[in-house]
């Protein structure tokens, strides 16, 4: 009965969870001309991990200038996720942001520890005018919460798997003390 509940003590509570957030910004000081596509990578931590850890939030910012709407298009892991345009900017210097909610990318088609993907198709040639788009930084923000196992040291564990037999052969002792005392 002891060892059972040290037991259930000791590996009842098998997870410990709390919330991180990483970050990851690419510099990609890149000018692009004409039509075609760029493409670059985002690295992942490696703490995390899909499905043991809960993923709350994952975006996917790029800043840019001559973001012109809808002819430039964002793709992560193979899905497509909209058009690059203006969901923000700052006035003096013409950059502009979008923001992507790319939570998807990492429940399908993502494995665990591998970077990711990022695909920009692009076409800067509409009406016959040959425009240009700079990219300046794709920015990676993934809000998971972390499962942790808790497991307990060696030593620990060690004293617990012999303080079991210990703890029965003196409840043992025990009742054959009282026995012969009656």
Request: charged share 15%; net charge negative; glycine share 8%.
């Amino acid at each position: 009965m002891i060892t059972t509940c040290l037991l259930l003590i000791t590996f009842g509570a098998s997870t410990i969870s709390f919330a991180d957030i990483w970050t990851n910004t690419v510099d990609l000081d890149r000018l692009l001309i004409g039509s075609g596509t760029f493409s670059w990578q985002h690295d992942v931590t490696t703490d995390f991990s899909i499905p043991y850890d809960t993923l709350n939030s994952a975006t996917l910012t790029i800043s840019a200038w001559g973001v012109d709407n809808n002819n430039d298009h964002i793709i992560v892991q193979g899905v497509s996720q909209g058009a690059l345009n203006s969901d923000g900017m700052m006035f003096f210097e013409w950059v502009t942001w979008t923001n992507y909610n790319i939570g998807a990318a990492f429940t399908s088609g993502w494995t665990s520890g591998s970077p990711l993907d990022v695909t920009l198709v692009y076409n800067e040639t509409q009406l016959g005018s040959l425009r240009s788009l700079f990219l300046n930084t794709s920015t990676l923000t993934i809000d998971y919460t972390n499962r942790v196992s808790a497991v307990p040291e060696p030593g620990t564990l060690m004293l617990i798997l012999l303080a079991g037999p210990v703890l029965a052969v003196t409840a043992g002792f025990r009742e054959r003390i009282k026995k012969r005392q009656q």
